[in-house]
């Protein structure tokens, strides 16, 4: 029987995950969801390959993991960029800001792999998958209807907001920080949920 580096086989169990979560996470970062099979993620982390299919099914369960663990810590970043006595606009601002850091960063990539991969996953790991995501959306769909946008169009400015941050995200590619393109977004944003 291998030896356990934790107090337990509980607590063992959940720090291989992680470390499987982590080196899987590494390796899609630096070569490419595609590029990254199961065996390379086992290596990288010590185990057989086999021993693998212990703790993780399959390569797109690692993205969903990582998603999960990913989320909560992204909507407590958008809680503090949009908390404040601040106008809407301004704080969707600073939101946008926030967002644009964290598409610039190369584990940003993995939401790509993961959307295209949404469709092979069973009935309830896809709709968590879309309730973290919605999760997110609701930081922004609060501050939204606070700027006075009305109920049945929030959605739609939510929509456009993200695809403003993605789109100045994939311009700034990595040439580094744009500041004129940054007022441009400030601009933009604003606009988004200019209520006359």
Same mark, same amino acid.
């Given at each position: 029987?291998? #030896?356990?580096? @934790?107090?337990?086989?509980?607590?063992? /169990?959940?720090? +291989? *995950?992680? $470390?499987?979560?982590?080196?899987?996470?590494?390796?899609?970062?630096?070569?490419?969801?595609?590029?990254?099979?199961?065996?390379?993620?086992?290596?990288?982390?010590?185990?057989?390959?086999?021993?693998?299919?212990?703790?993780?099914?399959?390569?797109?369960?690692?993205?969903?993991?990582?998603?999960?663990?990913?989320?909560?810590?992204?909507?407590?970043?958008?809680? #503090?960029?949009? @908390?404040?006595?601040?106008?809407?606009? /301004?704080?969707? +601002? *600073?939101? $946008?800001?926030?967002?644009?850091?964290?598409?610039?960063?190369?584990?940003?990539?993995?939401?790509?792999?993961?959307?295209?991969?949404?469709?092979?996953?069973?009935?309830?790991?896809?709709?968590?998958?879309?309730?973290?995501?919605?999760?997110?959306?609701?930081?922004?769909?609060?501050?939204?209807?606070?700027?006075?946008?009305?109920?049945?169009?929030?959605?739609?400015?939510?929509?456009?907001?993200?695809?403003?941050?993605?789109?100045?995200?994939?311009?700034?590619?990595?040439?580094?920080?744009?500041?004129?393109?940054?007022?441009?977004?400030?601009?933009?944003?604003?606009?988004?949920?200019?209520?006359?």
């Amino acid at each position: 029987m291998p #030896r356990i580096k @934790a107090d337990n086989i509980a607590e063992h /169990v959940a720090q +291989q *995950r992680a $470390a499987v979560l982590d080196a899987a996470v590494r390796l899609f970062v630096e070569r490419g969801f595609s590029e990254v099979g199961l065996a390379d993620v086992a290596a990288e982390v010590g185990l057989a390959r086999n021993s693998l299919y212990r703790y993780v099914p399959d390569k797109t369960n690692l993205l969903v993991e990582w998603y999960r663990r990913t989320v909560p810590a992204t909507i407590a970043d958008w809680e #503090r960029a949009t @908390a404040g006595d601040d106008p809407a606009p /301004v704080r969707l +601002q *600073r939101w $946008a800001r926030s967002y644009l850091e964290w598409a610039l960063t190369p584990e940003h990539q993995l939401v790509g792999p993961l959307t295209d991969s949404v469709s092979g996953l069973d009935d309830d790991t896809r709709a968590e998958v879309a309730e973290l995501h919605r999760s997110m959306m609701a930081v922004v769909a609060r501050v939204v209807a606070e700027a006075g946008v009305s109920g049945d169009h929030v959605d739609g400015a939510v929509a456009l907001l993200a695809g403003l941050v993605l789109g100045a995200a994939r311009a700034e590619g990595g040439s580094g920080a744009d500041d004129d393109l940054r007022r441009r977004l400030d601009n933009a944003v604003a606009a988004v949920v200019d209520t006359p």
